[in-house]
């Protein structure tokens, strides 16, 4: 028994590979244009990311086969006009299927069909009532082609659908939405589909244009919102909104729905009239965003599991309607160069096997490593960390796999890319304060493999002077309650547990 269970664990940890630890990190790819690339070469750009998943509006067959192989998870979409006949006609529904899945799937890995667009948000009402039908019948006809299950079924929201989310702790959906969700929400919860949603900073922006409320919204540094219900200190628009959503969920019902963002994104570009649109604000949201996903902490109310996120767009689409900055959301350029780096090239985010010391500043003075201070705190913590790694530091070595990964804690990852950041200039020491969360020390805080490097620093000075507050101190256990252990230690205390200490039949493993 003991035997079984251990190589059961054994398997589980190591399945749990750094190859999948991203995911949770997406792309939407629009078609609203005229000069995009073709879909193999977009394919191929894709595979040399770190983006795991593609949502489609549509189902176009090129692009869907030209992913085939690629293992790129697929979101394909049923279009709204469809939705009357696929409600009324299971036969419609199986024909779907037919043309629009079977001939690529497992091919193309094709994870998840959303049935309509913001179908809510058209106040349509004859449209609205047939939404659950047709999801429903969706389902069916997967179910009858052995699919239900493998492929989830479900519908993409506005966050209008929400008539509060503030505070996050008191979100509920709008109550002219509510017997419509509800329906909706059931089918969710039964057939374990994520509830799918859009929630953009940048657009909570537009009506609430204070410098604070702009450094929210970006994962900058700023003083946090507070919700007044719960006492928790929110560090970025994002979390609040995710949560508002979980709120709502938990208000009718269904905390245990997931909850999936099909949407989020910021422009690069808009009309004179309208403020926020720029390339550095964009690199800095999506950059930061990026990170705060890769940084595995979760929401407040979700805390340690990162949402599955889809940012909006891959390419820019240069005929879509609607104010300029619509046609402004691209990450790439028709021609597959970046219009930004965000880390998300597989060379820049590689976890190598050593860390190593970035371009350093001009000055070769040795004056320390920055590190936080003991006092900071882990919301603080979280928001210089996330900040930092949207800032083109390589964060590579802090991520799952990477060399400084463990001990897998806010305290230790933040420690290392504050002197990250603060080694491009440190005769700056501005850079190492962090809204006074940080300070400059002369013990250095590398251990094991994992290098803090340091200006004219060549190596040969002992380790392990801030070891015992970075490495093994309280903080490395999880807000959550989860102790962080080496992933390599874990797999050695099973087998000393199992093997060398005596087996007794009444010992709980957790």
């Known amino acids: 028994m003991a035997l079984s269970i251990f190589f059961s ?22 078609l609203v244009a005229d000069n995009l690339p073709s879909p193999s070469d977009t394919a191929k750009l894709l595979q040399s990311t770190s983006i795991q998943k593609v949502r489609l509006y549509g189902a176009d067959p090129t692009i869907i086969k030209s992913l085939a192989g690629t293992g790129v998870g697929i979101v394909i979409g049923v279009a709204n006009g469809d939705l009357p006949s696929l409600a009324s006609d299971l036969n419609v529904a199986s024909q779907w299927i037919s043309t629009n899945v079977l001939p690529f799937y497992p091919a193309s890995d094709i994870i998840l069909i959303n049935v309509g667009n913001e179908i809510l948000l058209s106040n349509d009402l004859n449209l609205v009532n047939q939404l659950l039908p047709a999801m429903q019948n969706v389902q069916k006809a997967l179910e009858a082609v052995s699919l239900g299950g493998k492929i989830k ?18 979100g509920s959906f709008a109550p002219g939405y509510q017997v419509g969700l509800k329906g909706i929400l059931q089918f969710l919860s039964e057939t374990g589909s994520p ?14 244009q204070r410098p604070d409320t702009l450094s929210f919204c970006l994962f900058q540094p700023n003083p946090g919102r507070v919700d007044s219900n719960t006492g928790i200190k929110y560090m970025n628009m994002f979390d609040a909104q995710v949560d508002a959503v979980h709120s709502a969920l938990k208000s009718m019902g269904f905390e245990n729905v997931e909850v999936v963002v099909a949407e989020t994104g910021w422009p690069t570009s808009g009309d004179s009239n309208v403020v926020g649109p720029s390339v550095e604000n964009a690199k800095t949201y999506n950059g930061n965003l990026i990170a705060h996903l890769r940084s595995m902490v979760g929401t407040p109310l979700r805390p340690g599991k990162p949402i599955d996120t889809y940012i909006f767009a ?59 201070k003991e006092d900071a705190t882990e919301e603080q913590l979280q928001s ?15 991520t799952p796999g990477g060399v400084c990964f463990e001990p897998n804690n806010v305290m230790s990852h933040t420690a290392y890319a504050m002197n990250l ?71 050695l205390f099973i087998i000393i547990f199992f093997f060398v200490l005596p087996i007794s039949h009444h010992m709980i493993f957790w």
């Open 153 to 170: 079924v479900s519908t993409v929201h506005a966050m209008t659908v929400l008539g509060q989310s503030d505070p996050p702790s008191a």
């Open 314 to 372: 891959l390419f820019d689409e240069n005929l879509k309607p609607g104010p300029s900055f619509e046609r402004s959301f691209g990450l790439f350029k028709p021609d597959l160069s970046m219009a930004y780096d965000i880390g998300l090239t597989k060379t820049s985010n590689s976890g190598s096997q050593t860390s190593q010391s970035p371009p350093l500043g001009k000055s070769a003075t040795s004056v320390g490593w920055c590190v936080p």
């Open 384 to 398: 210089s960390l996330d900040w930092v790694c949207g800032q083109g530091i390589d964060c590579g070595p802090i």
């Open 195 to 208: 509830f799918v949603i859009n929630p953009y900073p940048f657009f909570a922006y537009l009506g609430d």
């Open 421 to 491: 950041y603060f080694q491009k200039s440190p005769e700056n020491p501005t850079d190492c304060d962090f809204s006074q969360t940080a300070r400059i020390t002369s013990d250095n805080p590398s251990y094991s493999n994992c290098v803090y490097p340091r200006a004219g620093w060549s190596g040969d000075e002992s380790v392990g002077g801030a070891l015992n507050k970075y490495v093994t101190s309280d903080k490395a256990i999880e807000t959550n309650g989860s102790e962080c252990s080496s992933f390599l230690s874990l797999p």
């Open 9 to 30: 664990l054994f398997l589980f940890l190591f399945s749990n590979s750094p190859a999948d630890a991203e995911s949770f990190i997406g792309v939407n790819y629009g």
